[in-house]
């Protein structure tokens, strides 16, 4: 573990890290893509053969109804009562985000928005080195409560061609309208373009490994995506009243998962030495700074996707915050919390792009109409503004069409 002082230059590659471009990469999903979109179902079961090592029939693409209702006989019953508890702290959290239409009225003019769900969303849900069932709730659910109409899953099958049974009742749980079982660029590529059996969607949500993450990134445009997401990241801010125990086992977590950032910036040395004699693992950095002040503002040039304060008045840190995916406050709330079962998705930016992304929410599945109702009298007094701005643009027609109207 390497500890890093405050206004190190090695800091500015922490600051300045971003989604690498990698022109293989690129090239080969751009080939994936553009095969799924000329040959549909086709593509599909020839890179399911190719990359899952399974072979399929394009009618198996979709999991049919029977093989989601045998899914629970392969789960702990137990189960579903957790995921109940899980998904009522979801639905409260997301339950006090306003997404109401509004009109305010000004004599003869109304002016306002109307918020409307998205029609189809589709749900990528990877299950490489393990299957990401608490995805599922975390992304379908903020869909649901934003009121969908149509939601999708697309999940690589493994060995067997099976998809995870787990993900399937969690799935069919939450009123999943489909399930499909194909993973990879080519999943995103036939939810973004659709074929004769994946219906093209208006939103693709979820994380994924670079393939993924490329694929959504060229679909952008085509549909909507949530983000481009790279490796999980932590922050801690703690100092020498903070439990040590709490810090080194919340790292260690962290390790779990590949390539992921791991941070602890503190104000006091022997913490720092004594943090990293029990965490000695390369990934991991130690920030030292001369005071809490400095400690803020590292975390705020991280922008990072979790953020600890285990300080003893973490509030008053919390305050001074102004770009971090989650955050966390004091020795009870670790990163596992808001992963598995807090109420607010785990689905958060990373590489810095806090600084103008925001947490998944219910407002990422809503969008909203302008509305503008003029009356003539209203009309009539902007005319001689509109028809100078107009004017000075050479815009000719749109002059009559004000004209016109009072002809």
Not at 95 to 122: A, C, Q, Y
Not at 351 to 365: I, K, P, Q
Not at 371 to 399: D, F, Q, T, W
Request: with cysteine; charged share 25%; net charge positive.
């Amino acid at each position: 573990m390497k500890i890093i002082k405050f206004g190190s230059k090695k800091l500015e590659k922490i600051y300045n890290r971003g989604i690498t471009r990698n022109r293989r990469v690129e090239d080969k999903v751009r080939r994936i893509l553009e095969d799924v979109r000329l040959f549909g179902d086709e593509a599909l079961v020839k890179y399911t053969k190719k990359f899952d090592k399974i072979k399929l029939s394009a009618r198996q693409i979709r999991v049919a109804a029977i093989e989601i209702s045998a899914a629970y006989q392969n789960i702990d019953p137990r189960f579903v009562s957790t995921l109940k508890v899980v998904m009522e702290n979801v639905t409260r959290f997301y339950s006090k985000v306003r997404t109401k239409s509004w009109r305010i009225k000004d004599g003869e003019i109304i002016l306002g928005e109307n918020f409307r769900p998205l029609d189809k969303v589709g749900i990528y849900i990877p299950a490489g080195t393990a299957p990401l069932l608490s995805s599922v709730y975390m992304t379908v659910l903020p869909a649901r409560l934003a009121g969908v109409k149509k939601i999708i899953l697309a999940s690589p099958p493994d060995k067997h061609g099976n998809i995870n049974p787990h993900i399937l009742a969690i799935a069919n749980l939450l009123k999943v309208d489909e399930i499909y079982r194909i993973g990879g660029a080519q999943a995103i590529g036939a939810m973004a373009y659709g074929t004769k059996i994946v219906p093209k969607v208006d939103k693709i949500i979820g994380p994924g490994n670079a393939y993924v993450s490329e694929a959504k990134r060229q679909v952008f445009g085509t549909v909507d995506i949530d983000m481009i997401a790279g490796p999980t990241e932590l922050v801690i801010i703690a100092n020498q009243h903070s439990d040590p125990r709490f810090v080194i086992a919340d790292l260690k977590a962290q390790s779990e998962h590949a390539g992921g950032l791991s941070i602890l910036i503190t104000n006091s040395k022997a913490f720092a030495n004594q943090i990293k004699a029990h965490v000695p693992d390369t990934k991991n950095v130690v920030v030292l700074t001369k005071n809490m002040e400095q400690a803020i503002e590292v975390a705020n040039r991280i922008a990072p996707e979790h953020l600890e304060i285990l300080v003893k008045n973490p509030n008053r840190i919390a305050k001074q915050i102004r770009h971090a995916g989650a955050i966390f406050l004091g020795p009870y709330s670790p990163t596992a919390l808001g992963d598995y079962i807090a109420g607010p998705s785990h689905v958060l930016p990373t590489n810095g792009t806090a600084r103008f992304f925001s947490g998944l929410s219910v407002r990422d599945f809503i969008k909203t109409n302008h509305i503008i109702n003029y009356s003539k009298k209203a009309l009539e007094k902007v005319r001689e503004p509109l028809e100078k701005i107009a004017g000075i643009e050479g815009m000719c027609k749109h002059l009559d069409s004000v004209k016109i109207r009072f002809e």
